[in-house]
């Protein structure tokens, strides 16, 4: 009786065990951070991209409108599939894109913009990545929705897509 | 003479304790950076990687270092961002606990099993 106890003991922990290893078997082998919840805007200071001064972050984000700040460089690839989707959020008026501009050589950015469009109401440079880093991205592309109250509500991290613009259409509706 | 003898003393004194107060941080800044995962070449401690997100995470230790931060704060800035897994060495919360909590009930219950098996040979 002892023994067929032990053994069922033994059988449920095999199993408790196969499920773990078979459901982390699912599970992608990368962590991707996750926003939980809203999240404060960083306080920064920037230099922007098209008249080269600093400008706080309070200049940059106004309370009365949703934001999309997006991290684009023009030596990444997926930024580039990514473009023609943030023009057509561009004509949204009741958004305003903002552009970090990560890590990129000047003349490379600028010419990346002039031959795609430039989407972005303000284009802030991130020269060394510690901006990006204020804001939680680790890479680029990654995209945040900001809402009213100057919270960050939704990351995207890789490039966005056609379901995740209905997504931001959605929120801003 | 001696005065200025006494002066070159007082400032070698002085920059020796700079120095030594320097290998401090570069330590204490070395032992955080160890203890951050890189999220982009992950297995590898940030001190360890040379990718973008290490080098940025490397110079945001630094500025939060100088700004006063302790290294429990830096821990908390960057938890804050990223997840409780950027940081190699988790401590205990909700999230945690069962990771914790685990090994002590295995060892206790292992160790219940094994006293029982050898009163019952005794």
Known sequence: MKNKLNLIILFIFLIFCLVIFYKGLDNPNTYTPKINGEKNLPVFKAKDFTSNNYIESDNVFAKESYYILNIWASWCVPCRKEHPLLMELSKNQSIKLIGLNYRDNLNNAKKFINELGNPYDKILIDKDGTLAVEFGAYGVPETFLIDKNKKIIKKFVGPINKKIVKEIKLFIK | ?122
């Open chain 2, 1 to 122: 003479m001696k005065t200025l003898k006494a002066f070159l003393i007082i400032f070698l004194l002085i920059g020796f304790s700079q120095l030594k107060s320097d290998e401090k941080k570069d330590e204490l800044k070395n032992k955080i950076l160890k203890n951050i995962r890189c999220l982009i070449c992950q297995g590898q401690s940030v001190y360890d990687s040379e990718s973008d997100f290490a080098s940025s995470i490397k110079l945001i230790v630094d500025k939060k270092f100088n700004d006063g931060m302790s290294e429990d704060q830096v821990y908390r800035f960057l938890k804050e961002k990223y997840g409780d897994w950027v940081i190699y060495d988790p401590k205990l919360n909700k999230n945690t606990y069962i990771l914790w909590l685990l090994p002590l009930l295995l060892f206790l219950v292992g160790g219940a099993i094994i006293r029982k098996n050898l009163i019952f040979k005794k």
